[in-house]
């Protein structure tokens, strides 16, 4: 790809024109899908990035700022600025003295209040402008604004929250889509059950309904690293909650493939490592 991206650009060298009008506007979904990327991809390399160059979530905060001073009426461009602060304004205390903190031991109080507001109040304007049919950033940055907005990782709505991956998955069927909607049902069933006042936070045996879904998230894997990893993560938080017996057994495993994944989050691994040995 990069080599064909280098004759094309050498072929059409002085060729390039700024696009206008409908140019422009048939250009926006795919600058909206690469500054959404980014945030991924920037999420998944670095839970705390260290410097500011290497942050790729700032960079798209910023090129999303610039996206909405363009296109102040656009609700997806409105709402990738909303993923994007609520994204940043959660990191701290979600990585603590090298190791990733599990969401309910994350400590609220350090998150960036200001960026916050400014995130809820993108992705209200994104909801408000998209009426009864909003897109999928929309509706993301709707999940992120519940995630934010919660006092505690168990006051978050999760049977909503779980409706509103479903709607993300019809209007984009990826599996990253359909894991993040098992793991919304998963975390409601579990709720339900009492996890959150459960000793050490792990219920005695897995509530009605989750075999099936541990079952779901276990078919989505696909053989790629990404998704393998993914999936392995799901399946040994799930298997940790519910007291099953090889739950230290899957984040043992999980840290040895990690510690081979040129991209893994260090974190991660160090998390996995710890409650391999718990």
């Known amino acids: 790809r990069l080599t064909r991206a280098k004759r094309l650009l050498a072929e059409q060298r002085g060729a390039f024109a700024e696009p206008t009008g409908e140019q422009r506007e048939q250009r926006m979904p795919v600058v909206l899908d690469c500054v959404h990327g980014m945030i991924a991809i920037g999420q998944r390399l670095a839970a705390d990035p260290h410097d500011a160059i290497g942050d790729l979530v700032g960079h798209a905060e910023r090129l999303a700022e610039a996206l909405v001073r363009e296109r102040p009426h656009d609700a997806e461009a409105r709402a990738v600025l909303a993923i994007a602060r ?17 969401p309910e031991e994350v400590d609220r109080r350090r998150w960036d209040a200001r960026r916050i507001g400014l995130g809820i109040d993108d992705a209200l ?19 992120a604004a519940l ?12 049977p909503l929250v779980a409706r509103l991956h479903g709607a993300v998955e019809a209007r984009w069927p990826a599996r990253s889509a359909t894991l993040s909607r098992l793991v919304a049902e998963a975390y409601a069933l579990l709720v339900d059950a009492g996890l959150p006042s459960a000793p050490d936070g792990r219920l005695p045996a897995p509530p009605e309904g989750l075999c099936r879904i ?18 392995a993560l799901v399946v040994a938080d799930l298997s940790w909650r519910t007291s099953a017996a090889d739950a230290a057994a899957r984040y043992r495993d999980i ?24």
């Open 86 to 102: 609520l994204a940043i304004a959660r990191r701290p205390g979600r990585v603590v003295d090298g190791v990733a903190v599990p």
């Open 147 to 158: 995630h934010s907005a919660a006092p505690s990782a168990w006051d978050v709505p999760w």
């Open 125 to 143: 304007a994104a909801a408000g402008r998209s009426g009864d049919d909003p897109g999928r950033y929309a509706l993301e940055a709707r999940i």
């Open 255 to 278: 840290a040895t493939l990690l510690a081979d994944d040129a991209i893994a989050s260090e974190p991660i691994r160090a998390f996995c490592e710890r409650r391999a040995q718990a």
């Open 214 to 231: 541990l079952a779901d998230v276990a078919a989505l894997d696909d053989g790629t690293r990404a998704t393998r990893r993914d999936v």
